[in-house]
């Protein structure tokens, strides 16, 4: 039996200056690299990496309206330019791995996935697997991918990971966000908003209608669509989902260590 997978996802904000286009913060994405490379020396894992968008990737997606597919003559320019916006945010993160000795291997959801209807549909993960199996950190990232209703979507972190995960069946999926977790009310506008430190399927639609949507350029949506994605990756794979705040040092750290933290836990 093999080692236990994980999946941990940064959000864009972490890592990105979302007040300016394009503009990696590179001291934070060292920091939350370094508490994997802290996690790993105290725990044996399989980890797979995502992360957001931020300021690169929804920028543009949001100026040619990528979600919405080809609807003009400046679609398919606007699908390579999103495209290539992200893969330049990965290779920062890529390059901190790398110096970090975390034997990275970057994944692209327009290779991998074929998407309709906005969600991705098909495609092949095996390659994933098997640098796992090998001992690689696969790091993968919203993209544009090709759709066959649309021509061309957007598919969020959280969709890449449910696709993936629907086949690698993870332990653990860890969602680190620039909050605490999921509270009852939009914390940023109320300042009696109750944190929800367990969501199942009791409360999941409660939960649902409380989380609040996006509040920066976002094109995969906020808080809501995060916890409605993951709480579905956790029924489908039995696995355990945590919405935690990755801007409070030691909390990825911490998590990947099954260790206490404040944040929303997220079971089927």
């Not at 699908?79 to 970090?100: G, P, Y």
């Not at 919203?142 to 598919?155: C, F, K, N, P, Q």
């Given at each position: 039996?093999?080692?236990?997978?994980?999946?941990?996802?940064?959000?864009?904000?972490?890592?990105?200056?979302?007040?300016?286009?394009?503009?990696?913060?590179?001291?934070?994405?060292?920091?939350?690299?370094?508490?994997?490379?802290?996690?790993?020396?105290?725990?044996?894992?399989?980890?797979?990496?995502?992360?957001?968008?931020?300021?690169?990737?929804?920028?543009?997606?949001?100026?040619?309206?990528?979600?919405?597919?080809?609807?003009?003559?400046?679609?398919?320019?606007?699908?390579?330019?999103?495209?290539?916006?992200?893969?330049?945010?990965?290779?920062?993160?890529?390059?901190s791995a790398i110096r970090m000795?975390?034997?990275?291997?970057?994944?692209?959801?327009?290779?991998?996935?074929?998407?309709?209807?906005?969600?991705?549909?098909?495609?092949?993960?095996?390659?994933?697997?098997?640098?796992?199996?090998?001992?690689?950190?696969?790091?993968?990232?919203?993209?544009?991918?090709?759709?066959?209703?649309?021509?061309?979507?957007?598919?969020?972190?959280?969709?890449?990971?449910?696709?993936?995960?629907?086949?690698?069946?993870?332990?653990?999926?860890?969602?680190?966000?620039?909050?605490?977790?999921?509270?009852?009310?939009?914390?940023?506008?109320?300042?009696?908003?109750?944190?929800?430190?367990?969501?199942?399927?009791?409360?999941?639609?409660?939960?649902?209608?409380?989380?609040?949507?996006?509040?920066?350029?976002?094109?995969?949506?906020?808080?809501?669509?995060?916890?409605?994605?993951?709480?579905?990756?956790?029924?489908?794979?039995?696995?355990?989902?945590?919405?935690?705040?990755?801007?409070?040092?030691?909390?990825?750290?911490?998590l990947l260590l099954s260790k206490?933290?404040?944040?929303?836990?997220?079971?089927?």
């Amino acid at each position: 039996m093999g080692l236990p997978i994980y999946m941990v996802k940064i959000g864009g904000s972490m890592i990105t200056d979302t007040s300016k286009e394009s503009v990696a913060k590179r001291a934070q994405i060292d920091r939350l690299l370094g508490e994997i490379v802290e996690a790993r020396a105290g725990g044996e894992f399989g980890l797979i990496l995502g992360h957001g968008a931020g300021s690169f990737g929804h920028v543009a997606a949001k100026k040619y309206r990528i979600s919405e597919g080809i609807v003009d003559d400046q679609s398919m320019k606007g699908f390579a330019i999103t495209h290539m916006a992200m893969r330049e945010l990965n290779r920062v993160v890529v390059d901190s791995a790398i110096r970090m000795g975390l034997d990275p291997c970057p994944f692209e959801a327009l290779s991998f996935g074929y998407a309709k209807g906005g969600r991705i549909a098909q495609g092949n993960i095996e390659s994933i697997r098997e640098a796992i199996d090998r001992g690689f950190m696969p790091i993968v990232h919203g993209d544009g991918v090709l759709d066959s209703e649309r021509g061309v979507a957007i598919a969020s972190t959280e969709e890449v990971f449910r696709f993936i995960a629907s086949g690698i069946k993870p332990k653990k999926i860890i969602l680190g966000t620039d909050m605490d977790g999921v509270f009852d009310s939009d914390p940023r506008l109320n300042s009696n908003a109750r944190l929800l430190e367990r969501i199942d399927s009791g409360n999941i639609n409660t939960a649902l209608e409380g989380a609040g949507g996006a509040m920066k350029v976002d094109v995969t949506g906020g808080m809501k669509t995060k916890l409605g994605m993951l709480h579905s990756m956790v029924k489908q794979t039995g696995a355990e989902g945590y919405i935690a705040n990755a801007g409070t040092p030691g909390t990825i750290r911490d998590l990947l260590l099954s260790k206490d933290v404040r944040c929303t836990r997220v079971i089927a």
